[in-house]
Nanobody, 124 residues
Framework: QVQPVESGGGLVQAGASLRVSCTASTRTFSRYTLGWFRQAPGKEREFVAALSWITGNTDSADFAKGRFTISRDNARNTLYLQMNSLKPEDTAVYFC?????????????????WGQGTQVTVSS
């Protein structure tokens, strides 16, 4: 089993930047695909970005392109989501998810392990 743990959320003003992190409490992320999802109040959870730990290939939602960057630190076994030019509509709980098999995916159902989430709030 892999238990992802998120950190780094907080309250920021519109236009600011924030980086959230994800690490594993039980084992390394090697050979897995990792994803970031978010869920805003009253809305369904949606895909943000994904990264293949083996290849380094990434994928991101249209709203994230140009503002959000997913990356990894192999030595720290940590996944990051750098978020720039934040908007109030980016306010959500951000979840880290692990897919143990297969390629990059934007679908929640393809990810087996989920963290508890970290709250990101962007004030106007």
């Amino acid at each position: 089993q892999v238990q992802p743990v998120e950190s780094g959320g907080g309250l920021v003003q519109a236009g600011a930047s924030l980086r959230v992190s994800c690490t594993a409490s039980t084992r390394t992320f090697s050979r897995y695909t990792l994803g970031w999802f978010r869920q805003a109040p009253g809305k369904e959870r949606e895909f943000v970005a994904a990264l293949s730990w083996i290849t380094g290939n990434t994928d991101s939602a249209d709203f994230a392109k140009g503002r959000f960057t997913i990356s990894r630190d192999n030595a720290r076994n940590t996944l990051y989501l750098q978020m720039n030019s934040l908007k109030p509509e980016d306010t959500a709980v951000y979840f880290c998810a692990v897919r143990t098999g297969g390629f990059l995916s934007q679908l929640e159902k393809d990810y087996e392990y989920w963290g508890q989430g970290t709250q990101v709030t962007v004030s106007s």
